[in-house]
């Protein structure tokens, strides 16, 4: 199975300031298509998750453009350029190229 | 509007069963790979299954084959998750997901069902 790690666990950050969030796999996540299929997910308090980012870099409709993916083969990352307060929660990378999809363990982000 | 409504969760002793249902709206849902996610109490997400928007490929975790039988019936914009010799470690949110690869995978969630396994 793709392991999927992420870091730090925790990220406690200031109001306005930035964050970034890293993210690699045990192996590349190129399909045989071409495409990386490298997702994040954010989920807030009590919430669902909810899909921000697609294919690495990809901004989900209605996502913030404060939010931005990159990186690439096993080397991901994922950034915040201004946090706010609605941005706290739960952060996972997720793979889908290699079954089993397999996501990350999670970055928590909170206020500090 | 995408919507995603699962049903189905409960108390369930260790060695029962449950069956789980979403039912979709908003989309043609016959046309979309469906998926099973689920998340034990406190910890993070879990692929479980996926079926094909024709049912002609199902896969499972390694953690449910042969326990978990993923189904859907396109007439009635629903998706199912049987789920036989139920453990104490099966014990969480059971989110649908909707869409495979051609979406990117996971591109809407319902609001969850509670699984608990306890004796």
């Known amino acids: 199975d793709v392991v999927m790690t992420q870091s730090p666990l925790s990220l406690p950050v200031t109001l306005g300031q930035p964050a970034s969030i890293s993210c690699r796999s045990s192996?590349?996540?190129?399909?045989?298509?071409?495409?990386?299929?490298l997702n994040w997910f954010q989920q807030r308090p009590g919430q669902s998750p909810r899909r921000l980012i697609y294919?690495?870099?990809n901004r989900d409709s209605g996502v913030p453009d404060r939010f931005s993916g990159g990186g690439s083969g096993t080397d991901f990352t994922l950034k915040i350029s201004r946090v706010e307060a609605e941005d706290v929660g739960v952060y996972y990378c997720?793979?889908?190229?290699?079954?089993?999809?397999?996501f990350g363990g999670g970055t928590k982000v909170e206020i500090k | 509007e995408v919507q995603l409504v699962e049903s189905g969760g409960g108390l369930v002793k260790p060695g029962g069963s449950l069956r789980l249902s979403c039912e979709a709206s908003?989309?043609?849902?016959?046309?979309?790979?469906m998926n099973w996610v689920r998340q034990a109490p406190g910890k993070g997400l879990e692929w479980v299954s996926s079926?094909?928007?024709?049912?002609?490929?199902?896969l499972y975790a390694d953690s449910v084959r042969g326990r978990f039988t993923i189904s859907r019936d396109n007439a009635k914009n629903s998706l199912y998750l049987q789920m036989n010799s139920l453990r104490a470690e099966d014990t969480a949110v059971y989110y649908c997901?909707?869409?495979?690869?051609?979406?990117?995978?996971?591109?809407?969630w319902g609001q969850g069902t509670l699984v608990t396994v306890s004796s």
């Open positions: 997720m793979q889908g190229t290699h079954w089993p999809l397999t």
């Open positions: 997901a909707r869409g495979g690869r051609a979406s990117d995978w996971f591109d809407s």
């Open positions: 192996q590349s996540l190129v399909y045989s298509d071409g495409n990386t299929y």
């Open positions: 079926i094909s928007s024709r049912s002609d490929y199902i």
């Open positions: 908003g989309f043609t849902f016959s046309t979309y790979t």
């Open positions: 294919k690495v870099s």
